[in-house]
C-alpha cells in the first residue's frame, strides 16, 4: 500500500519559491494522483480521515460498474491512518484525466451533496487544479 504521507502532496508556503500549494512545480500537469491526493487532503481536512475513506470507498464502489480499473483503488486502515493505493497509471502525468477518476468524483459528489448539502462540494469546487482539468464538483451555473 502507499503510505499516505508519502502519496499525499505536501503544502508548502505558496510566496516560497515557484510552487504553489499543491507543491508541484509550475506549469506541470498534475498527474491524477496528485489529483486525487488535492481530494483526500481537502477532505480531511473539513471531515476527517474515517469518514474520508468511507466515502471514497463507497464512492469507488458505486463507479466501479462504469470503471473497472477503481478495483486496483484500495484504501486500508493502518494502525490509526488511513492509507490508499491507486490504480498504476495514475502517476503518469498526462494532460488528460482518467475517466476513473472524474467517474469517482462523480459519484463523490453526489454522496457529498446528499450527506452535506452543498457546503462540501462548493469548497472541493474551488481548487483550482481541479476546475483546470475539468473535475467540477458543481455545475457553471451553481459555482459561487
Do not use: H
Not at 488528460?96 to 457529498?112: G, N, S
Not at 472541493?124 to 458543481?138: D, H, K, Q, V
Request: net charge negative.
Amino acid at each position: 500500500m502507499a503510505d499516505t504521507d508519502r502519496t499525499r502532496l505536501k503544502r508548502v508556503d505558496p510566496g516560497a519559491g515557484d510552487l504553489p500549494s499543491t507543491g508541484r512545480a509550475v506549469g506541470v500537469d498534475p498527474s491524477a494522483a496528485e489529483l486525487f491526493a488535492l481530494v483526500w487532503e481537502d477532505l480531511c481536512d473539513i471531515l476527517g480521515t474515517a469518514a474520508t475513506a468511507a466515502l471514497l470507498r463507497r464512492a469507488a464502489r458505486g463507479a466501479m460498474a462504469r470503471c473497472p480499473e477503481l478495483g486496483a483503488l484500495a484504501i486500508v486502515r493502518a494502525g490509526l491512518e488511513y492509507r490508499y493505493e491507486l490504480p498504476a497509471d495514475w502517476n503518469d502525468r498526462t494532460s488528460r484525466t482518467p475517466t476513473a477518476l472524474r467517474e469517482l468524483v462523480d459519484e463523490l459528489r453526489a454522496l457529498l451533496v446528499e450527506l452535506t448539502g452543498s457546503v462540501v462540494v462548493r469548497r472541493l469546487a474551488r481548487i483550482p487544479e481541479l476546475r483546470e482539468r475539468g473535475i467540477l464538483f458543481l455545475a457553471q451555473e451553481d459555482e459561487p
